[in-house]
């Protein structure tokens, strides 16, 4: 277990390093989300804006609520936080640990330690906020362990330097232009037999991070290279859109904010996006991965139980931003195994 105490002077050096270092990482998730040329514009030197925050809470009255985490005597991790006394209601705010001492339970830990002080200090409830992009998935994982309640928020931005929307420039005819459709749902549910037959039908390129994966003898529970192998079929997908092409995406894409920057970043290319959601029940889920024997080490009754609990499935809210489906048809999930 890291102790946790108050930050002090010589946590400096430390902490801005922490700092800097965890967020590299999620600002180039941004930019890949925004664009670099919106990115640039929102976060136009996003280093100095996170050392001046910092500084501002260290000369502040808010540096009491500033903790640091050490294991063996360094400085891993900083949480602050603050607390509303007239509402009854804490918040946690900046906080980061080092990307070597990442995955150990130290954020955990903190969040913890936090929570214990603020109900000491009478708070009745706590918030906090982070993004919804995959760079924040370990974030979000994180928050929930420790019993946060998730409620999405989405911000949008946009170059006003674009002289038309963005909806009104990219929504090509249903016949004609570039398609993007998004295969989503859970392992088992029937994503690459659906996928397989609409890349036949309307003669479409069709982008499986598992097939790339099998096929280079990469683990298909290696996420690091699962993510490396994403960035490249959307650049590589994106190429065949701005030509005009047909592109089927397969990734599963649980959550929301994926499907976000999927369909965002088409729309921007002028392509139609279709959403093709495939759901089964857990038992049924289960039964078809049991017997596709692809996963080494094999997926769990239970590991299908955990992420239909994470699975963010699409509203109807969400369905209404796509385009109906070029080929129209009706598809048995129960055939297919993904």
């Not at 105490?5 to 990482?25: H, K, M, N, Q």
């Not at 001046?52 to 808010?62: H, P």
Request: net charge negative.
């Amino acid at each position: 277990m890291p102790k946790i105490r108050s930050y002090s002077e010589a946590d400096w050096g430390a902490v801005l390093e922490i700092c800097l270092l965890a967020f590299t990482p999620i600002h180039q998730s941004f930019e890949r989300c925004l664009g670099t040329e919106l990115f640039t514009l929102i976060y136009p030197d996003w280093k100095a804006s996170n050392e001046k925050y910092l500084r501002a809470l260290i000369e502040s009255g808010e540096r009491e609520r500033l903790l640091v985490a050490e294991e063996n005597g360094a400085v891993v991790a900083f949480i602050h936080y603050q607390l509303n006394s007239e509402k009854q209601c804490g918040e946690i705010g900046l906080n980061a640990v080092h990307p070597a001492h990442q995955g150990k339970g130290i954020g955990s830990s903190m969040y913890s330690h936090v929570l214990d002080l603020m109900r000491r200090q009478g708070m009745n409830y706590v918030q906090v906020g982070t993004g919804g992009d995959p760079s924040h998935v370990p974030a979000r994982r994180a928050y929930e362990k420790v019993g946060f309640v998730p409620l999405a928020v989405v911000n949008y931005f946009r170059d006003l330097s674009i002289p038309d929307p963005i909806g009104r420039i990219a929504t090509p005819t249903l016949q004609n232009g570039p398609r993007l459709i998004i295969v989503c749902g859970l392992p088992g549910s029937g994503k690459t037999s659906h996928a397989k037959e609409i890349e036949q039908t309307l003669r479409a390129v069709r982008f499986s991070a598992d097939e790339w994966m099998d096929a280079m003898g990469i683990n298909l529970w290696e996420g690091e290279a699962r993510q490396r192998i994403e960035e490249l079929q959307w650049k590589i997908a994106q190429q065949i859109l701005s030509v005009g092409g047909t592109v089927i995406i397969e990734w599963g894409t649980w959550a929301r904010s994926e499907r976000d920057v999927l369909r965002t970043g088409a729309r921007r290319l002028g392509a139609a996006v279709e959403l093709h959601f495939l759901d089964a029940p857990v038992d049924v889920l289960f039964d078809r991965i049991h017997r596709r024997k692809m996963e080494t080490p094999p997926i769990t009754l239970e590991d299908i139980q955990r992420w239909a609990q994470i699975f963010e499935r699409p509203s109807s809210e969400e369905m209404a931003l796509f385009d109906a489906p070029l080929a129209q048809r009706h598809f048995e999930g129960s055939n297919g195994v993904a």
